[in-house]
């Protein structure tokens, strides 16, 4: 596509489910990477997936969060047991090359309740 | 691992008028990226500039352009002829030459005075 897809948008959802959040990037970018940002904050990395490598899961803040992508297609990234504190945007970027600027989805808003 | 500063939470510029955006980072290596982004109410980041840090020449796009200070480690953000559509939060980044991460600053929220 011409950008980066995110999708839903906005959830909402219980204390204590899963969800799942989902990133179509950019056709022809290798490198992947998943962000989150709290309100009023700045970024946080997340994960990044580069090709078929193995992803740098360096950022993932707990064993309830874990990622997937299968070669250079869609990504998605799961949140299990829910936690009010993962409330935030989930961000989800694209680059083609190393030192290429990243293209940003428009953000996945998660609340949880 | 490195860190991006953004010491002014929050800045005002009256239209048509020039701003400029601080931004300090810490690192230790020679070779590396860095990045000014913009993020409107839309939440959609949007790139606005960047700069190679072997480059002396400051980077310009049209009405924004960068005052890098390789020694110093600062990194600052000037728009010129601010425009109402120009009020965002601004983002400074960091990248490695061989890491797989950005490094983000807390960001500037600046408003832009009809």
């Known amino acids: 596509g011409a950008g980066v897809s995110q999708s839903p948008s906005n959830k909402v959802t219980e204390k204590g489910k899963d969800v799942e959040l989902r990133c179509d990037p950019i056709s022809g970018h290798t490198a992947l990477y998943w962000y989150r940002q709290r309100l009023g904050q700045g970024l946080e990395f997340l994960i990044y997936?580069?090709?078929?490598?193995?992803?740098?899961k360096s950022g993932l803040p707990s064993d309830r969060f874990s990622a997937e992508r299968t070669g250079e297609s869609v990504s998605t990234l799961t949140i299990q047991r829910t936690q009010q504190e993962d409330s935030a945007v989930y961000l989800c970027a694209s680059s083609a090359y190393l030192g290429d600027g990243y293209t940003f989805g428009s953000g996945t808003r998660l609340t949880v309740v | 691992a490195q860190t991006v500063t953004q010491s002014q939470p929050e800045m005002s510029v009256q239209e048509a008028e020039t701003v400029t955006l601080s931004c300090t980072y810490d690192?230790?290596?020679?070779?590396?990226?860095l990045f000014w982004y913009k993020q409107p109410p839309s939440r959609q980041m949007i790139l606005v500039i960047r700069q190679e840090a072997y480059k002396q020449q400051n980077a310009t796009e049209n009405r924004f352009s960068v005052n890098f200070q390789k020694a110093a480690k600062s990194f600052s953000l000037k728009i010129s002829d601010s425009q109402l559509g120009d009020a965002a939060m601004y983002f400074c980044a960091y990248r490695s030459n061989t890491g797989n991460q950005f490094y983000f600053g807390t960001g500037t929220s600046l408003t832009v005075i009809p």
């Open positions: 997936f580069q090709g078929n490598s193995a992803p740098d």
């Open positions: 690192t230790s290596e020679s070779d590396y990226y």
